[in-house]
């Protein structure tokens, strides 16, 4: 069956700008994390979507980062008033549900801010 | 909170050693403990999991792991390695009480000499 998808694979983008990074999770999982994987780093949680149960948002680095999650399927994260220190590769993983525990990733955005 | 390190950054073996990569984990109790493969440009995969029972654990492409609760370590060993194996890996750990917070370590990228 098909995998976690995201898109776009790489986006440049100008400091200042906003972007937006999308996520398909496999179908049929409830869960979803969202990760930031700077060059040489490990990854960073960001942010975590359990079914209709309110996101775990603390890994969020500032308030320019938000992430939403529609009909309990695609999710969106955005990045507002990009920085460069936002250059990263963002990963998106997906479970079957909160007690899985295994994860399944999609192959990240790398996002380039100039 | 819990917490994981891998001491080793990069590290070298010739095609067909042995293979050890070291991973440390900080949690209260016996965490859920986790190793990934992320080949080049390809997404992470799980190579093997811990949640309890026998410390031993047998994963995907002849790796194994053996959970030292002593040691507070989770080591990943493969008898000999092929050139395929060539990428980076990471260990995780996870709290049985939380699906979101599982935190990775910041991986050790195995170089294979022919």
């Known amino acids: 069956g098909a995998g976690v998808s995201q898109s776009p694979s790489n986006k440049v983008t100008e400091k200042g700008k906003d972007v937006e990074l999308r996520c398909d999770p496999i179908s049929g999982h409830t869960a979803l994390y969202w990760y930031r994987q700077s060059l040489g780093q490990g990854l960073e949680f960001l942010i975590y979507f359990q079914g209709n149960s309110a996101p775990d948002k603390s890994g969020l680095p500032s308030d320019r980062f938000s992430a939403e999650r529609t009909g309990g399927s695609v999710s969106t994260l955005t990045i507002q008033r990009t920085q460069q220190e936002d250059s990263a590769v963002y990963l998106c993983?997906?479970?079957?549900?909160?007690?899985?525990?295994?994860?399944?990733f999609g192959p990240g955005t790398r996002l380039t801010v100039t | 909170a819990q917490s994981v390190t891998q001491p080793d950054i990069h590290i070298t073996v010739s095609e067909g050693a042995s293979l050890e990569l070291r991973c440390n984990y900080s949690?209260?109790?016996?965490?859920?403990l986790f190793w990934y493969v992320q080949s080049p440009g390809q997404g992470l995969q799980l190579l093997l999991k811990?949640?309890?029972?026998?410390?031993l654990v047998q994963g995907i492409k002849g790796f194994e792991a053996e959970f030292k609760r002593s040691q507070s370590s989770f080591n990943l060993r493969k008898p000999s390695v092929h050139w395929s194996d060539a990428a980076e890996y990471f260990c995780?750990?996870?709290?049985?009480?939380?699906?979101?917070?599982?935190?990775f370590g910041s991986g050790t990228r195995l170089s294979i000499r022919p």
């Open positions: 811990y949640f309890s029972g026998d410390t």
């Open positions: 949690y209260g109790a016996t965490p859920y």
């Open positions: 995780a750990v996870g709290a049985p009480s939380s699906a979101s917070k599982i935190i």
């Open positions: 993983a997906s479970s079957l549900d909160s007690s899985s525990y295994e994860q399944y």
